[in-house]
């Protein structure tokens, strides 16, 4: 067995599991030169909620990030999470808005494109996946990890079959709920790597507290690379601690070759970061480092745990919570066992809610409801509930291909949509992804370049002679 090596999270899924993606590029920045000397595998900096968080709240421009950490990143892949066919969006993207998304990414650059999508539909990366080997990306697939009648051991190892098949250069593991348990792990990583020749990755979470042993146990069935977070954002609904596990393995066969003292000078800067995302309130470390083993009962994931409380709590009806969670896996069976990731989650996690509330079930559908009955998220892995299909979405017809495949091709569109903000190329992609918030962000960033040019003219005129 070769050295174990390590995906660190801390400027990806580290803030966005505990800090609601509110990292700021200059926060990263300052450590970049000693995360380039570390020798990770990869550092996961980009994708997933990052892109929204950029124009939406942090008034930065996320391919300008992406930019400044390729340059202060020379020695160290850079890895990104995409949703597929939804890229970075909510909703399914036509092929060659895919494609361009996916050029742009690799040009600006990003090495390494994890791709997921909710239903483990395969048809629902095969565009992304396909981009990725164009442009020279190395593409690493990933299996929605889940439990039910339908998710059992023999599905993911068939589904590993057919993700090789597809053309991956790796296979990700991803335990987006921290369902994954320990000895369970070291099963299925024994069965994929006997299964499969591509290197095998785990990615989990220690929201139920059992994170750090279920990569012990993955690592000891032989897998590859395991996805950890430098600790000031590290553990709980974030990814287990680096240090803790560089440590763990120094001096066996599994040993990282990490030093810790560097990792150690890492932490430091990234406490400050920490403490400052505490202050602003965007972190409660109190809830985002507490032990929750209701993830274990009812396979309800922090995120939507916390949304399911929101939308309670506006309706001050507090006191059904335990009603919707008891509901949750009733909705999710109906529909067909889902994995509950985001879109999905969000979907089922509504429908139980609505279902409690309106003193009758599926008297209110919303239409990410129905999108998902009729097809339009992919083919959805159990048998659906037929009743309750025709209650929600009636006689609608079901599309069982490819929905992207029903969708036209709309790059142009989108280009003549937005075209008095168009400053780059990227900036269309931006609109495509946020409709409806990359307007404020452009208009923004015109007039902050307003404000330079005003700026650069006065002080111009200062050194004109009188």
């Known amino acids: 067995m070769a050295k174990v090596n390590i995906t660190d999270t801390i400027l990806r899924d580290g803030h966005q599991s505990q800090a609601a993606t509110r990292m700021r590029t200059d926060e990263m920045l300052p450590a970049c030169e000693k995360l380039d000397r570390v020798g990770y595998y990869s ?27 390729r340059k202060a990143l020379p020695n160290t892949k850079t890895q990104m999470l995409l949703r597929g066919q939804n890229l970075l969006g909510y909703r399914p993207y036509s092929d060659d808005v895919v494609d ?34 164009k442009y020279g990306g190395t593409a690493e697939i990933a299996l929605s990890y889940t439990k039910s009648p339908v998710h059992s051991e023999d599905y993911f190892v068939k589904l590993a079959g057919e993700i090789e098949e597809m053309g991956a250069d790796l296979i990700c593991i991803k335990d987006m709920a921290n369902l994954l348990l320990p000895y369970d792990a070291y099963k299925l990583v024994k069965r994929l790597k006997a299964a499969t020749s591509l290197p095998i990755v785990v990615h989990t979470h220690n929201t139920t507290g059992t994170g750090e042993m279920v990569l012990l146990k993955a690592i000891e069935a032989g897998a590859d690379v395991v996805d950890t977070c430098l600790s000031p954002l590290g553990s709980g609904t974030s990814q287990p601690a680096t240090e803790s596990l560089v440590a763990t393995l120094q001096g066996t066969e599994y040993d990282t070759g990490i030093d810790l003292n560097l990792l150690a000078e890492l932490a430091e800067h990234f406490r400050t970061v920490a403490d400052r995302l505490t202050k602003d309130g965007f972190r409660d470390p109190g809830r985002v480092l507490s032990v929750d083993v209701k993830t274990l009962q009812y396979q309800v994931p922090g995120g939507m745990l916390s949304n399911l409380i929101g939308q309670l709590k506006a309706a001050n009806a507090m006191d059904k919570y335990y009603d919707v969670l008891a509901e949750v896996p009733r909705v999710r069976e109906e529909f067909g066992y889902p994995p509950l990731v985001t879109p999905t989650s969000q979907i089922v996690g509504t429908q139980a809610v609505m279902n409690v509330l309106m003193g009758g079930r599926y008297k209110m559908v919303p239409q990410e409801s129905k999108d998902l009955l009729s097809g339009h998220y992919g083919r959805l892995p159990g048998k659906v509930n037929e009743e309750v299909r025709r209650l929600c979405i009636g006689d609608t017809k079901v599309i069982t291909g490819r929905f992207a495949d029903t969708l036209p091709p709309e790059l142009e569109k989108l280009k003549s949509e937005m075209r008095e903000w168009y400053e780059k190329e990227e900036d269309v992609l931006t609109y495509a992804m946020f409709p409806k918030v990359a307007p404020k962000f452009f208009q ?17 005129d200062k050194t004109l002679p009188v």
């Open 43 to 69: 550092l996961e900096c980009w994708g997933g909620a990052t892109y929204d968080a950029c124009i939406r709240f942090l008034n930065e421009d996320p391919w300008e990030r992406l930019r400044k950490l």
């Open 444 to 460: 923004w960033r015109q007039a902050q370049q307003m404000k330079i040019d005003s700026t650069m003219l006065n002080e111009k």
């Open 100 to 133: 361009f998304f996916v050029k742009k990414a690799v040009e600006n650059g990003i090495d390494i494109i994890r791709c997921f999508d909710a239903l483990n539909d395969l048809r629902n990366m095969q565009t992304a996946v396909k981009a990725t080997k």
